[in-house]
């Protein structure tokens, strides 16, 4: 079964949710407050990574090397492309 993006949406609100209840110290009856307050810490988030100029942002223009890439073939790389 393929999880839309809604079903792991909610359950990132669910997650964040339980952490709240368990930082709280698991009270009783604040379910609905605790959820509301995870959409709202998530969206928060995601405006903050979305906005012009995040770090995140700025890092989309960067070359990514490959983690498995070598000291030695990435100094490679950059001398054939003449960014020395």
Do not use: F, L
């Not at 100029?53 to 498995?68: L, V």
């Amino acid at each position: 079964m393929t999880e839309s993006i809604d079903d792991k949406g909610k359950e990132a609100i669910r997650h964040r949710a339980y952490m709240i209840w368990v930082d709280e110290g698991q009270p009783d009856g604040r379910a609905e407050d605790h959820w509301h307050q995870a959409v709202a810490e998530i969206q928060e988030e995601t405006e903050r990574r979305d906005r012009p100029g995040s770090p995140t942002d700025q890092m989309a223009d960067k070359p990514r090397h490959s983690p498995r890439q070598s000291g030695t073939a990435m100094r490679s790389q950059t001398i054939a492309n003449g960014d020395v």
